[in-house]
């Protein structure tokens, strides 16, 4: 597994691998070396079968402020047609890739998360903020429409109507505010956030892994599907994890009354 990024730190933990965006400086804010890091880490991260849950965090006060606005105001001031969707590729990649690995990916966020890097937070399958969490779907406040997966995961997590006021006001949403209407699964004190979140982590990483990524396929796949062909679905993904050394390993745990021992496989 790859470690010598220039944007991000790279620390593992047995099955868990912590990925930290590190450009503490701009409140981690994305240029493209970092998009293309973080693309290149997910992608690789998919393939190792000793990583089993994946955190995703930020360096310093924040977990990160979004596309580095400096990079617009450059293209700006050339005079050059700007074509921001070929840009954004670079962030589907992320988006696409975290909800395609086959096990869980975690967002920590302390400090704020704002724009780009809010939605990248919401792409994760699970969040935990501490309290001095603030989440902003900043792009309103400079003319743009939530991208980076925003559209897709907003409404999904908080419901439409919320996820219209939080687009169209831009205004902050505190790390209990964010428990509160959903937005995260679990807010923390600070003082409280890394064995907090570290201890979500292994928890899932000695989890039944196959099972969590056909989870996850289910949830992918219902969420854009009818009931009729979620119910088939879910039997495709029941055949598979059935055979699984892992629900075997379930089902002796429960009847030999001990805890399981998930391998992951
Ligand atoms: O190209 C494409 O692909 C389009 C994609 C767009 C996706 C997007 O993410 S659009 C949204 C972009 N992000 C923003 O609009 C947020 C801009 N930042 C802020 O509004 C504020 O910084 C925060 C609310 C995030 C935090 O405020 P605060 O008061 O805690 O910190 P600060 O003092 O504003 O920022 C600290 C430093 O980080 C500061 O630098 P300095 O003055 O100490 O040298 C600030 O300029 C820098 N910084 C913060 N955000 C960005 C940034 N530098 C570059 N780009 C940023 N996004």
Avoid: W
């Amino acid at each position: 597994m790859r470690t010598d990024f220039q944007t991000l730190l790279i620390s593992r933990d047995g099955g868990v691998l912590t990925i930290t965006m590190n450009r503490p400086e701009v409140l981690n804010a994305f240029n493209d070396m970092m998009l293309h890091e973080l693309g290149d880490v997910v992608e690789e991260v998919a393939q190792d079968e000793g990583v089993r849950c994946v955190v995703i965090t930020g360096a310093g006060r924040a977990f990160g402020a979004g596309q580095d606005l400096r990079s617009f105001a450059a293209v700006h001031a050339s005079g050059e047609a700007v074509k921001v969707s070929q840009h954004l590729v670079n962030y589907h990649r992320v988006v696409r890739a975290i909800r395609a690995m086959p096990k869980p990916v975690i967002a920590a966020v302390q400090g704020v998360a704002a724009g780009a890097s809010c939605n990248l937070a919401l792409s994760c399958d699970l969040r935990i903020a501490a309290d001095n969490a603030r989440f902003i779907e900043a792009f309103a406040r400079i003319g743009l429409v939530p991208d980076a997966g925003g559209g897709f995961f907003l409404p999904r997590l908080v419901g439409m109507g919320k996820a219209l006021e939080l687009a169209m006001l831009a205004d902050e949403v505190s790390g209990p505010e964010a428990e509160r209407i959903g937005l995260v699964n679990k807010c923390v004190p600070l003082a409280e956030f890394e064995t907090a979140t570290m201890v979500l982590a292994q928890r899932l990483a000695k989890g039944p892994t196959r099972a969590y990524g056909l989870i996850k396929e289910l949830m992918n796949k219902a969420v854009q599907s009818d009931l009729e062909t979620t119910l088939r679905i879910e039997g495709e993904l029941q055949d598979i994890a059935i055979e699984t050394a892992d629900h075997r390993e379930g089902v002796a745990a429960f009847l030999q009354k001990r805890p399981a021992q998930f391998s992951g496989s």
